[in-house]
């Protein structure tokens, strides 16, 4: 059955058929809970969220991002990973699982996200992996986050529409982290609050020579823009996908393609 799915789905007009009929059995028989394992990785997934399923289905998530950072990590011999955002953790394991020299480093303001995410490296014996539950931004404090779905790891800040609430501690990079001359890779996925993650970050991203893919919400774009450029950082891409992320660099001058 599942050689005839995989089969299946790889047909355009199965593409989005599948997946979609799939949906209504996971929560019609509430058996959304699997785990699987992608090369030599294990994954714990909760099927009723859109990125779990197209993970389940086809085996990888933002290739167009993940796989040119794979590249650079490779090419210029990156030492760390900045996962800010990691949700429950898929780009941080998919690098674990390619990278055992790779320091990686796991923000998340969710419980439940940072939990599924211990698990995982639990499960795959990980020792190149360290989680944080906190928010990150430019101060520390207290932060209230949101999710439109009870089931989501998707939370906002401030989110006003929510039906479920949460409190987390808020920090930023710069007082987390003490790094110099490094390496770096950060992913900044953080639902509107990327201005503020940057803000808190000045003195890592001016020490290190970094690359950042970073999705930028349209009300912040000029503000970005501006920050990076005052750090003579280029911006090198976008994703052209869905012209929402955005890849810049201060040691990297070349366009990358996505």
């Known amino acids: 059955m599942n050689f005839l799915i995989n089969f299946l789905i790889r047909i355009p007009i199965f593409k989005r058929i599948i997946p979609s009929i799939y949906k209504r059995y996971v929560f019609f028989t509430k058996n959304y809970n699997k785990e699987i394992k992608i090369k030599n990785v294990i994954y714990d997934l909760d099927l009723r969220h859109l990125i779990d399923r197209r993970f389940f289905f086809f085996h990888g998530y933002e290739d167009e991002l993940f796989l040119p950072l794979k590249k650079i990590i490779h090419k210029y011999n990156i030492s760390c990973f900045l996962d800010i955002g990691s949700c429950w953790g898929l780009y941080s394991l998919r690098l674990a699982g390619c990278f055992k020299h ?7 303001p969710i419980k439940k996200n940072i939990s599924r ?12 992996i360290k989680c944080y539950h906190t928010a990150i931004g430019s101060k520390k ?3 209230s986050l949101g999710a439109t779905e009870d089931y989501s790891p998707n939370y906002e800040i401030n989110n006003y529409n929510s039906v479920i609430n949460e409190s987390s501690e808020l ?4 007082d ?16 509107g609050f990327e201005l503020e993650v940057l803000n808190g970050a000045k003195t890592l991203l001016k020490n290190n020579k970094c690359f950042c893919q970073i999705e930028i919400k349209e009300d912040n774009f000029n503000d970005i823009m501006i920050f990076f450029k005052n750090l003579n950082y ?13 890849l810049f660099s201060n040691f990297i001058n070349k366009s990358i393609e996505i």
């Not at 995410?117 to 190149?128: P, Y």
């Not at 280029?234 to 955005?246: A, M, R, V, Y």
């Open 234 to 246: 280029d911006l090198i891409s976008i994703n052209k996908k869905n012209k929402t992320d955005f």
């Open 117 to 128: 995410l211990t698990n995982s490296i639990k499960k795959n014996n990980f020792t190149n």
């Open 171 to 174: 920090n930023y990079l710069d």
């Open 176 to 191: 987390l982290l003490k790094m110099q001359n490094k390496y770096i890779a950060l992913k900044i996925d953080t639902e």
């Open 141 to 143: 404090g207290i932060v």
């Open 102 to 108: 790779l320091k990686i480093f796991s923000f998340d």
